[in-house]
Nanobody
Framework: QLQLVESGGGLVQPGGSLRLSCSVSGTTLNNFGAGWIRQAPGKEREGVACIGPEGFNTKYADSTQGRFTISRDTAKNVIYLEIDSLEPEDTAVYYC???????????????????WGQGTQVTVSS
């Protein structure tokens, strides 16, 4: 059974950094594109970063302003999202998800994602 489990969230002060992890079981990441999607309180889900099956094609939402880095470790079957210079506006539940038909120009579209994790809460506050 394919399963995604996020970890690494928590309470962070503004300006801090976090690395979120998404452990995937039941399949190999080579078969999928992957993305990180967040949902802030009272807002719709937003795709913030995505990466292709080969591991080097990436795309970021404008809202990330160069502070987000997505990566993957195929050997460990883990997807990462590093966030630097955290801002209160980054407060959200962060989900990882898999897309069996990766298309770079459309990979921030959350409708493409078939498999989802349960999410990890990130709270940025002093």
């Amino acid at each position: 059974q394919l399963q995604l489990v996020e970890s690494g969230g928590g309470l962070v002060q503004p300006g801090g950094s976090l690395r979120l992890s998404c452990s995937v079981s039941g399949t190999t990441l080579n078969n999928f594109g992957a993305g990180w999607i967040r949902q802030a309180p009272g807002k719709e889900r937003e795709g913030v970063a995505c990466i292709g099956p080969e591991g080097f094609n990436t795309k970021y939402a404008d809202s990330t302003q160069g502070r987000f880095t997505i990566s993957r470790d195929t050997a460990k079957n883990v997807i990462y999202l590093e966030i630097d210079s955290l801002e209160p506006e980054d407060t959200a539940v962060y989900y990882c998800a898999l897309d069996p038909g990766f298309l770079l120009r459309a990979c921030l579209s959350i409708g493409r994602y078939v498999y989802w994790g349960q999410g990890t809460q990130v709270t940025v506050s002093s």
